[in-house]
T-cell receptor, first 112, second 118 residues
Framework: DQQVKQNSPSLSVQEGRISILNCDYT??????FLWYKKYPAEGPTFLIS?????DKNEDGRFTVFLNKSAKHLSLHIVPSQPGDSAVYFC???????????FGKGTRLSVIA | GAGVSQTPSNKVTEKGKYVELRCDPI?????LYWYRQSLGQGPEFLIY????????DSGLPNDRFFAVRPEGSVSTLKIQRTERGDSAVYLC????????????????FGPGTRLTVL
């Protein structure tokens, strides 16, 4: 039973346009959500996070939106750049230093 | 500053052998996590240390897997009698112990060790 779901295995976007990656979760105890970016042969790199007390967090070209009632979050990248091409993982945890629960990832391809 | 480091980067072994994978966390991070990632999947939790003690080992698949962190810094994941199904990328991450908000609660990952059991 997957607690964090990324239903789109892949996404292709033109350079300069917006990329929207989606994530759904089932565990209502999750209170902290993160996005990681992963290049081949490297570990996941922390990108941006959001606490459940917020509905939006922005960092440069990256914005994460959280809809708690729908148990849904999304990552917006604008404008998309070829260097953004990677696998993006959504992750969640409940309070404290508990382990992260990851989705299966979405492969983003930004086409020049 | 230095990130999380893991050695070796690649390990090829034969079925039935014993392997050790090492993780060196970010200096000052007292929480350390091991995850395993198989092809097409996200990382899956194995074990979590707070200081020297294992705070949660519920993700270890069976008793062939064991991890230690004797001095609260470097950790070693040990796999006995390896099986072909153990082949995966083993990821280590660390985080601040007492962070309760913001990006301080994020976990920072090493590059992983790719284990192949023939």
């Amino acid at each position: 039973d997957q607690q964090v779901k990324q239903n789109s295995p892949s996404l292709s976007v033109q350079e300069g346009r917006i990329s929207i990656l989606n994530c759904d979760y089932t565990n209502s105890m999750f209170d902290y959500f993160l996005w990681y970016k992963k290049y081949p042969a490297e570990g996941p790199t922390f990108l941006i996070s959001i606490s459940s007390i917020k509905d939006k967090n922005e960092d440069g070209r990256f914005t994460v939106f959280l809809n708690k009632s729908a148990k849904h979050l999304s990552l917006h990248i604008v404008p998309s750049q070829p260097g953004d091409s990677a696998v993006y993982f959504c992750a969640a945890r409940d309070s404290g230093n508990t382990p992260l629960v990851f989705g299966k990832g979405t492969r983003l391809s930004v086409i020049a | 500053g230095a990130g999380v480091s893991q050695t070796p980067s690649n390990k090829v072994t034969e079925k039935g052998k014993y392997v050790e994978l090492r993780c060196d966390p970010i200096s000052g991070h007292t929480a350390l996590y091991w995850y395993r990632q198989s092809l097409g999947q996200g990382p899956e939790f194995l074990i979590y240390f707070q200081g020297t003690g294992a705070a949660d080992d519920s993700g270890l698949p069976n008793d062939r897997f064991f991890a230690v962190r004797p001095e609260g810094s470097v950790s070693t994941l040990k796999i006995q009698r390896t099986e072909r199904g153990d082949s995966a990328v083993y990821l280590c991450a660390s985080s601040l112990r007492s962070a309760t908000s913001g990006s301080g609660r994020a976990q920072y990952f090493g590059p992983g060790t790719r284990l192949t059991v023939l």
